[in-house]
């Protein structure tokens, strides 16, 4: 792993262990949730990380995901419906030597909190959002979500829905997003690799997991994840090399004019060279936007990190104004501002 | 210059400056009110505007006014009908008439009076010429005309030119009371130091209006209004918006607990917004939301985060801010919200006032929700209340709501600027590194205060959140009698404040024939009424609330002790039913006005007088 170099928040004098962080609560998900999978990749990423523990501050929403907060021995503040991003920015406002961290589900995020999402993506905030986005509304027993795929049959869509879904990282990129992610549940490791890599960016990550709601949307992301059909439908990203997937690594994305081509190599004199190189530091967001839309039947899906582009963050800029305002102005204190406000004496 | 010898004293007077949006009434209004302020006089200002930012030309719904009511005695509201009014243009004069009384002295433009003005202005007949303005003193003045006259060698455009009407009119009210150019010149000097050429075209223009008034027939005497008697030391003139802003700035300086501002904006409570958004050399964190919620929410936030954490809004936009505000509510984090009350419901008389969001800041949250409630009662109150309350708010780890609203909010008074070093200290309960015993819903068990545990800080780390909470411990739970519990603290903890604040005083004899409530804004009009009614020989006695939620202790011993007792509340009666329930003895009779406008003195003396009557 890439060694970690930021200096805002303050690191551990000793080396922490994953028990570092886990909490003396008893975990409520059901059993075969993908949710466990995913907290067990952040209570591994956070010794990584390398902070010290009370510098790590974990916000949530509601949903099944948002309950993580109560997992995990870190500050926490477990939110109201779609709010978790608001309160994150009072946080890392406030104090932008925490770490802070966010659980969202799909319909957290792109229903009830559509506009708080896309608002801190906009600003770039230096937050890291982990979205667990299994197409449903799970907690509340099984409704459609703004993920969910059009027609699908659910409790409130007894005929199947008529809603075009969101794709999450179209969504994130088109609000101007610095960091945008994607993993599987099943898939720990990369799980892991890629919150390391939402850490080390600064400015709002989002990694998206595609997760799997046993009770309520079993195998969704099935043709995904699936043992027999993973290979053909898993393109894993990696930073300056070209993209291959396959059970042999023999398909590859190429740019075709205007648009992706799924190619083979060796056929019709295809080489490695035609293919697409994965660029994530790219600041036109053009390509990583085709890579974040790819999709079966016809793609495979794009996982790891899609983008993670330099931008100034809103935190940063905020200290940089105040630091500039304390150098620059004579106003002190509350005295000074009152005494500066066309002031007249009775004597 | 004989005419000054008729010169007339009074003890108070309303000036009112009234005219298109775009001609500069809020500039001439504030430039003749700090004239005065300067000049000793104690003073309330109320601008008048309409919630279109230009609406069309010479039209009554563009019409933009300022008053400005001064005098040698003490002066807490904003007055009634007017001494004095200036009126730009016949649409203004056509709006404002009602506030003129008989001998009221009118200012018009009458360059501006033409045919197409009075269609505009939705006028039949020439308003000078139809015998409908014969009970006041009309000062006719080609103003237009004048204005381009003298500035004629400055060679300045026509646009710029008519520009200065206004300062025409400042003229000649200068004249009229009797005022030096000094204090106005002055203030031009500073205003427009970058502009020597405005500077130099608006003094020619005042002395002008000045030296017209003197010689104008219709103005056969001058007032002379006595400084009045202010404590000595130094002096601004503040909204209460402004005020608020500095209260809440000065009780995260004293408390040292940063300060977060999360709001959106919305009228009449963006002032405060803007106003803290320019503090960034005192630390001050403002930031503005993508909506109400995320102002409150990124609040909440930040007060978990350790800082002062405020949210500024008025009515609409607390009532999007409600389920936030139970998450604070049971989080028992401090959160100092302020709801500059307008008219309602929904999007209702954005730019007029009410205090009509009463029953939303008791009441307003899903669940047993109590928190806070204070009410600021004048312009320069708003500095302490939003500096008490934030107090509060921090010392018992509760979120609060200040009522303010769109009088006194962007009304303006003289307001001594207090040494913020001598204000009462705050001492939040911040939760000390490594404590062994620290447990998040653990109590003082004086006060049920829970404890500050600040992220970052060693040996803290817990978790809190919008789901029921063992006391103590702090976990979730769904334990039937746990909830009970829970709900009883967080009840008797905002109850025990009761014992944190001053008991509540009257105005007026204890054996009085009726007892006046009222409470929030509304002090300076029904305080003025009350003793008028004294003067009268009546036995009237006041008692005006500032905290609502807890009352204070010694609410119910005063509604004992008098058998008439009347509310006064611009509502249809909340206050009146919120002590109807916390005290069902007592009979109350209602006073209220739901019409966008702050009480008169003059809505208030006959109702009081007919209760007084009535056996």
Redesign the interface.
Known sequence: MIEYNNTTVERSRIPLTKQDFV?D?MVKWCPGCGDHAILSAVSNVFPKIGY????F?F??G?GCSSRI??YL????????HG?A???????????P??SVWMATGDGDSMAIGG??FI?IIRRNMDINIILFNNQIYGLTKGQYSPTTNMGQITKTSPQGTIEHPFNCGELVLGAQGTFFARGVDTNPKMMTEIMFEAARHDGTSIVEILQNCIIYNDKVHALITAKETKDNYQLHLKNGEPMKFGANMEKGIRLNKRRLEVVEIGKNDITENDLLVHDQYAGDPGIHLMIAKMAPPVYPVALGVIRSAMYPTYDDL?EE??KQ??E??K?????D???A??????? | MSKKNNAIEMEDVVVKFVGDSGDGMQLVGTLFS?TV??D?NDLANFPDYPAEIRAPHNTVAGVSGFQVHFGSKEINNFGDLCDVIVAMNPASLKANKKWAKKGTILIIDSDTFDQKAFERAGCTANPLEDGSLKDYIIVKAPITTKVKEILAPLGLDIKTMERTRNMFTLGMVLYIFNRTFNTTFDYLDKKFAKKPQMIEANKMVIKAGFDYASSHESIDKTITVKPAS?????????TGN?ATA?GL??AS?RSGR?F?L?SYPITPATEILMELAR?????A?V?Q???E??GI???????????M?CTTTSGPGLSLKS??IG?AVI?ELPLIIVNVMRGGPSTGLPTKSEQSDLYQALFGRNGEAPLIVMAATSCTDCFYASYEIAKLSMEHMTPAILLTDGNIGQGSQLFK?????KLAPIKPPIAEANDPDYKPFNRDPKTLVRKWAI?????????????EKEDGIG??SMDPQNHQKMVDLRAAKVEKIADFIPEQTVFGDEDADLLVISWGGTLGAVRTAVQELQKQGNKVAHTHFRYIMPLPKNTEAILKKYKKIVVAELNSGQFVNYLRMKFPRYPMLQCNKVQGLPFFVSDLLPTFTKILKEK
Request: aromatic share 8%.
């Open positions: 909490s609560q010290k523990k009370e510098n501050m916000v949530s509601i907060p109560y021995n870190t500050y926490g503040f477990h939110g109201i709010r991003a608001a309160i994150s920015t009072g946080i890392k406002i406030t104090n030597h925490l506009n708080h608002h905020v104004q105040i305002a304390k620059n102005s106003i002190k204190c509350v005295n501002v009152m005494a406000s066309g002031v007249f004496e009775i004597k | 700090e302020g300067i000793g202010l404590e000595k030391g130094k002096y601004t003139t503040v402004i500095w700035l000065a300086e940063p977060f999360g503090h960034k050399s005192l630390g964190k930031f939301a993508e909506d919620i995320a929410c990124s609040a909440i936030g930040a007060s978990y985060a350790g800082a954490a389920e936030a998450l989080t600027l207090p040494d913020v070093k992220p970052g800080t060693e040996g803290l780390r817990h978790r809190v959140g919008g789901l976990n979730v």
